[in-house]
Nanobody
Framework: VQLQASGGGLVQAGGSLRLSCAASGRTFSRLTMGWFRQAPGKEREFVAGIRGSDRNSFYTNSARGRFTISRDNAKNTVYLQMNRLEPGDTAVYSC????????????????????WGQGTLVTVSS
């Protein structure tokens, strides 16, 4: 699976961005897709995930209510709509894919995912 993330940029606090991740190489509809981020000096952390089997979505606490993950299987693309952005959201955001259908507690684990795209930088100014 090849993944190509895009949509990062510079935005003021309170603003919005939509990240996209285009996938190729496998049947996209069956893939579990995740968004992770890594801020300078910090470990990579889960942001949101969506299963291919039932399209159930999952969020980290800081993203819930502000971010929305969605997928368009016809376009082989997963999105992360980010609203009410905060300076603490500044990070490199990466998308990831896996062929399994994990339970909720597993979907947030980076080592679940076999495929990773390059990151896209999101910078939120105060």
């Amino acid at each position: 699976v090849q993944l190509q993330a895009s949509g990062g940029g510079l935005v003021q606090a309170g603003g919005s961005l939509r990240l996209s991740c285009a996938a190729s190489g496998r049947t996209f509809s069956r893939l579990t897709m995740g968004w992770f981020r890594q801020a300078p000096g910090k470990e990579r952390e889960f942001v949101a995930g969506i299963r291919g089997s039932d399209r159930n979505s999952f969020y980290t606490n800081s993203a819930r209510g502000r971010f929305t993950i969605s997928r368009d299987n016809a376009k082989n693309t997963v999105y992360l709509q980010m609203n009410r952005l905060e300076p603490g959201d500044t990070a490199v955001y990466s998308c990831a894919a896996d062929t399994r259908s994990p339970i909720a507690s597993q979907i947030k684990l980076p080592n679940l995912y076999d495929y990773w795209g390059q990151g896209t930088l999101v910078t939120v100014s105060s």
